[in-house]
């Protein structure tokens, strides 16, 4: 049985597109948004997002658990970053030291310390609304593209009929193997199977994900016999295939493509001339006595 | 020359066009302009990946291999949402599955390896770029679409095993040059010992790709290849494993290999730090899964075919 995602028809800024128009908005938003790392410059993409989100006419209550992960998910890795500069080091050489703190004990010879740096401090926050804004228009994409409508968009993207119709079946999968990843867990828990206590080397760690693994991809390949039955009965691939709704772009649709390439458009002359790169203010600077 | 193909090699032309174009005007606007600080390298590289894959395509396409069927069209869209599950469980937060000296696991990786290998080379590539994808997506790690093709790649070169009637002879020269691409690293390895594990947070001294690289992450592509051979020694009467595990391994060398390399032009790294911190460690590790994991699903696949006789 198909899970999905929870779309509901809404209305809001993101449903009022052709779903063809929004993809192409955000696949011009995000290549945008990898081009800087100037926190000014974030700023706009961050209230773009916000601004998606807030008119999206999704509750909270829906996107609740996605949100709270993936927001968990990044706040985690932005205070990692903030903790140890990782992936900082190819954006900047030098360091102004904020602050230095030590802790007063050891642990096995090992005194936890923490450097804070201007540069570190930056990067983290700079990291955190570059990953927030991308997180937040993807994440809006299930919930507010109807899912009749997966392959036809791809189809409208250009893709062949096959690879619009594989992109559409990825798609409505993703939340199934993702519950039958859970249903499988419990009944292997059930038997007495205790993922939290995977320990050994790591062969033996590896074999143990063996339960868990193994019997979703074979039940997802014995299962599929009935999709490609019903595909073949309708003599899927035979000839070129028709969709039973048909997208019509309309003005404002349009207005959406070249707004969305006019932004990919200067995110990348201003990145040629060398604007949007990682910035630190001066006042954070002077505070460190740079 | 056919129509369909005529438009395919345009297409890569005019992308790789347009690329060279963005570069030659950005030196006159800019002459200090360094390509590798305006991200725009990520997509060449994706567009290089994408002429490998269809230059093999042009090189094999007598082939039936590349037959897409509805079969293959179900078997894509299963492969690479599995690959996104996968990977959104076990890469992200869900399960944080423990790393041992500096090695963290990436089981998801059997998925691509598996799916090339038992439907083909297009299954392959499309699970292993798409779900990678999807599974960045998922987990809120943003776009590094070169990485996504070089988990293509891995898909797809494991698949190219169909290509060959005797398995056994194939065996044997892809082995080989697994082999070399393993001895080159580690001969890296050993000549850079002192190169920092780009893929490893330290823990005790609170860095991230500082700590120099471990002696088990550094040989780990010679201990994938070790347990390799191990594998096709266990399995010496079953091909199928035998074939599964060498191509995968070759895959795994090869795909996350042009994605490590691409980062020598994209992050600015030197070819050692992109070879000891970056390939040795993602591409050693994956060659256990290759080893135990797919052994295991193309053991279960074969008993799900002879029920079903399909």
């Given at each position: 049985?198909?899970?999905?995602?929870?779309y509901?028809?809404?209305?809001?800024?993101?449903?009022?597109?052709?779903?063809?128009?929004?993809?192409?908005?955000?696949?011009?938003?995000?290549?945008?948004?990898?081009?800087?790392?100037?926190?000014?410059?974030?700023?706009?993409?961050?209230?773009?997002?916000?601004?998606?989100?807030?008119?999206?006419?999704?509750?909270?209550?829906?996107?609740r658990?996605?949100m709270?992960?993936?927001?968990?998910?990044?706040?985690?890795?932005?205070?990692?970053?903030?903790?140890?500069?990782?992936?900082?080091?190819e954006?900047?050489?030098?360091?102004?030291?904020?602050?230095?703190?030590?802790?007063?004990?050891?642990?096995?010879?090992?005194?936890?310390?923490?450097?804070?740096?201007?540069?570190?401090?930056?990067?983290?926050?700079?990291?955190?609304?570059?990953?927030?804004s991308?997180?937040?228009?993807?994440?809006?994409?299930?919930?507010?593209?109807?899912?009749?409508?997966?392959?036809?968009?791809?189809?409208?993207?250009?893709?062949?009929?096959?690879?619009?119709?594989?992109?559409?079946?990825?798609?409505?999968?993703?939340?199934?193997?993702?519950?039958?990843?859970?249903?499988?867990?419990?009944?292997?828990?059930?038997?007495?199977?205790e993922?939290?206590?995977?320990?050994?080397?790591?062969a033996?760690?590896?074999?143990?994900?063996?339960?868990?693994?193994?019997?979703?991809t074979?039940?997802?390949?014995a299962?599929?016999?009935?999709?490609?039955?019903?595909?073949?009965?309708?003599?899927?691939?035979?000839?070129?295939?028709?969709?039973?709704?048909?997208?019509?772009y309309?003005?404002?649709?349009?207005?959406?493509?070249?707004f969305g390439?006019?932004?990919?458009?200067?995110?990348?002359?201003?990145s040629?001339?060398?604007?949007g790169?990682?910035?630190?203010?001066?006042?954070?600077?002077?505070?460190?006595?740079? | 020359m056919?129509?369909?193909?005529?438009?395919?090699?345009?297409?890569?032309?005019?992308?790789?066009?347009f690329?060279?174009?963005?570069?030659?005007?950005?030196?006159?606007?800019?002459p200090?302009?360094?390509?590798?600080?305006?991200?725009?390298?990520?997509?060449?590289?994706?567009?290089?990946?994408?002429?490998?894959v269809?230059?093999?395509?042009?090189?094999?396409?007598?082939?039936?291999?590349?037959?897409?069927?509805?079969?293959?069209?179900?078997?894509?869209?299963?492969?690479?949402?599995?690959?996104?599950?996968?990977?959104?469980?076990?890469?992200?937060?869900?399960?944080?599955?423990?790393?041992?000296?500096?090695?963290?696991?990436?089981?998801?990786?059997a998925?691509?390896?598996?799916?090339?290998?038992?439907?083909?080379?297009?299954?392959?590539?499309?699970?292993?770029?798409?779900g990678?994808?999807f599974?960045?997506?998922?987990?809120?790690?943003?776009?590094?679409?070169?990485?996504?093709?070089?988990n293509g790649?891995?898909?797809?070169?494991?698949?190219?095993?169909?290509?060959?009637?005797?398995?056994?002879?194939?065996?044997?020269?892809?082995?080989?040059?697994?082999?070399?691409?393993?001895?080159?690293?580690?001969?890296?390895?050993?000549?850079?010992?002192?190169?920092?594990?780009?893929?490893?947070?330290?823990?005790?001294?609170?860095?991230?790709?500082?700590?120099q690289?471990s002696?088990?992450?550094?040989?780990?592509?010679?201990?994938?290849?070790?347990?390799?051979?191990?594998?096709?020694?266990?399995?010496?009467?079953?091909?199928?494993?035998?074939?599964?595990?060498?191509?995968?391994?070759l895959?795994?060398?090869?795909?996350?290999?042009?994605?490590?390399?691409?980062?020598i032009?994209?992050?600015?790294?030197?070819?050692?730090?992109?070879i000891?911190?970056?390939?040795?460690?993602?591409?050693?590790?994956?060659?256990?899964?290759?080893?135990?994991?797919?052994?295991?699903?193309?053991?279960?696949?074969?008993?799900?075919?002879?029920?079903?006789?399909?």
């Amino acid at each position: 049985m198909l899970v999905t995602w929870r779309y509901r028809p809404r209305k809001s800024i993101i449903q009022s597109f052709d779903p063809r128009a929004w993809i192409i908005f955000f696949g011009c938003y995000l290549a945008s948004t990898l081009l800087f790392w100037d926190l000014r410059y974030l700023s706009f993409f961050l209230l773009l997002a916000l601004i998606v989100l807030f008119t999206s006419g999704i509750r909270w209550k829906e996107i609740r658990k996605a949100m709270l992960f993936i927001g968990g998910f990044i706040l985690f890795f932005s205070f990692l970053t903030f903790l140890t500069g990782r992936g900082g080091m190819e954006l900047y050489a030098e360091e102004h030291v904020l602050r230095e703190l030590k802790a007063s004990f050891h642990i096995l010879g090992w005194q936890p310390s923490l450097l804070i740096s201007a540069e570190k401090t930056m990067f983290s926050i700079s990291m955190l609304a570059r990953v927030f804004s991308i997180a937040v228009m993807t994440i809006l994409i299930p919930y507010s593209l109807n899912p009749a409508l997966y392959g036809v968009t791809f189809r409208g993207l250009g893709l062949p009929d096959k690879i619009a119709y594989a992109m559409d079946l990825t798609m409505r999968f993703i939340p199934t193997f993702g519950r039958d990843f859970s249903l499988t867990m419990d009944a292997q828990r059930a038997r007495g199977y205790e993922l939290e206590k995977i320990s050994g080397g790591l062969a033996a760690q590896v074999r143990k994900l063996a339960p868990l693994v193994v019997p979703v991809t074979i039940h997802a390949i014995a299962g599929s016999e009935d999709i490609i039955d019903a595909m073949d009965l309708r003599a899927f691939g035979i000839g070129p295939r028709t969709w039973l709704i048909k997208l019509t772009y309309k003005p404002r649709d349009y207005f959406l493509i070249g707004f969305g390439i006019l932004l990919l458009v200067i995110s990348i002359a201003f990145s040629l001339w060398g604007w949007g790169k990682f910035w630190v203010p001066a006042g954070l600077l002077a505070l460190a006595g740079a | 020359m056919t129509k369909k193909l005529l438009s395919v090699i345009l297409t890569l032309v005019a992308v790789l066009a347009f690329f060279l174009g963005i570069w030659l005007i950005g030196r006159l606007i800019n002459p200090s302009l360094n390509l590798d600080q305006t991200a725009l390298l990520r997509f060449v590289f994706v567009g290089i990946g994408l002429l490998i894959v269809f230059i093999v395509y042009l090189a094999t396409r007598e082939s039936k291999i590349w037959d897409v069927g509805t079969r293959e069209v179900v078997y894509m869209a299963i492969g690479a949402a599995l690959y996104a599950v996968f990977s959104y469980l076990f890469n992200g937060t869900v399960f944080v599955v423990p790393s041992v000296s500096q090695v963290s696991l990436r089981p998801a990786i059997a998925i691509p390896m598996f799916f090339g290998y038992a439907f083909g080379p297009a299954v392959g590539f499309f699970t292993g770029a798409v779900g990678n994808m999807f599974g960045d997506a998922l987990t809120g790690f943003g776009l590094s679409p070169q990485w996504s093709v070089g988990n293509g790649l891995v898909g797809m070169i494991a698949g190219m095993a169909i290509l060959f009637k005797d398995k056994k002879r194939s065996l044997n020269t892809v082995f080989i040059i697994s082999a070399l691409v393993a001895a080159i690293g580690t001969v890296i390895f050993l000549l850079n010992k002192t190169i920092p594990n780009m893929l490893f947070y330290d823990v005790d001294n609170n860095i991230f790709g500082d700590q120099q690289i471990s002696w088990f992450a550094g040989l780990s592509a010679i201990i994938g290849l070790v347990l390799v051979v191990l594998v096709r020694f266990l399995f010496r009467d079953n091909i199928h494993v035998a074939a599964a595990v060498t191509w995968s391994m070759l895959g795994n060398f090869l795909g996350i290999g042009f994605a490590a390399i691409s980062d020598i032009w994209i992050n600015g790294f030197s070819p050692a730090v992109a070879i000891v911190g970056e390939f040795l460690p993602s591409a050693g590790p994956n060659m256990i899964f290759a080893a135990i994991l797919v052994p295991i699903l193309v053991a279960a696949y074969a008993a799900v075919q002879r029920q079903t006789g399909r």
